[in-house]
């Protein structure tokens, strides 16, 4: 079951209303005793609904759980749409220059505070989850990737897991690098990394930029799942064929 509200970010963008969203497991109704674990998701519109996504093709979240039976709540919020860069800013967790794009404020610290300060705790006050930092997790993708490996890093004493899937490191490279150098991070910490064999020529030294980042969490001894995924491209269609891997990192143990 999914359930949708409206929900405001005033640190961000005030009064203006967006969509979140909330996945509840079957059991959630058959079993009021049990909490779950939860998963916390960007570009929210993008996760569940083809109806509701961008490019007219979500996730499948709603079918994996489903079909997998997974017991974890998800919660997804919405992104900014405001044709100023708007989802670019509050997934950015440092101010960057693009050629396309052009300067472009970073407002990802903001995002994670209302996120782990704000939501977070309205979630755990209002569902039955288990809200200790072991059963915790985070994911997005490209952007939202981008800040689920910053979350993971930068806010890890709430985050034990996350995925980053296909994550828009090359915006600040040196940034990223001296952030996981920097990073205190506590035991078990898991994440799910991946990029497409396919994207990689989209940026230059992409690969050679994976492999530093990939290469400087293992030293941080981050339990890494790390995979070039063959043919894999930057789109919805291409992260829901990985889900299967992503939710086996987030889940081991778990079930």
Not at 29 to 50: C, I, S
Not at 196 to 224: C, I, P
Request: charged share 20%; aromatic share 12%.
């Amino acid at each position: 079951m999914v359930n949708t509200w409206k929900i405001t970010i005033p640190p961000l963008t005030d009064k203006e209303e967006r969509n979140a969203y909330i996945y509840l497991p079957e059991s959630y109704q058959t079993q009021p005793e049990k909490r779950y674990p939860v998963l916390y998701m960007f570009d929210g519109h993008n996760v569940f609904f083809d109806s509701h996504a961008t490019y007219g093709k979500s996730w499948g979240m709603k079918e994996y759980m489903d079909r997998t039976a997974t017991q974890l709540i998800i919660v997804a919020v919405e992104c900014n749409h405001s044709p100023d860069f708007g989802r670019l800013k509050e997934y950015s967790p440092f101010s960057f220059r693009d050629p396309q794009f052009g300067e472009i404020e970073g407002k990802g610290e903001i995002t994670m505070k209302w996120m782990t300060g704000t939501l977070k705790p309205y979630i755990d006050s209002h569902y039955r989850t288990l809200p200790d930092r072991a059963n915790t997790f985070i994911a997005g993708s490209s952007m939202g990737g981008l800040m689920s490996l910053y979350a993971l890093l930068a806010f890890n004493q709430v985050y034990s897991r996350a995925a980053a899937l296909s994550p828009s490191i090359w915006t600040n490279v040196k940034e990223i690098e001296l952030l996981i150098r920097r990073s205190r991070l506590n035991k078990n910490t898991i994440l799910y990394l991946d990029y497409g064999s396919e994207e990689m020529g989209n940026r230059n030294a992409m690969q050679r930029t994976f492999k530093k980042t990939a290469d400087l969490l293992l030293e941080k001894q981050v339990y890494l799942t790390c995979r070039i995924v063959p043919g894999g491209t930057h789109c919805e269609a291409s992260w829901e064929k990985q889900l299967p891997i992503m939710m086996n990192t987030l889940m081991y143990g778990k079930n």
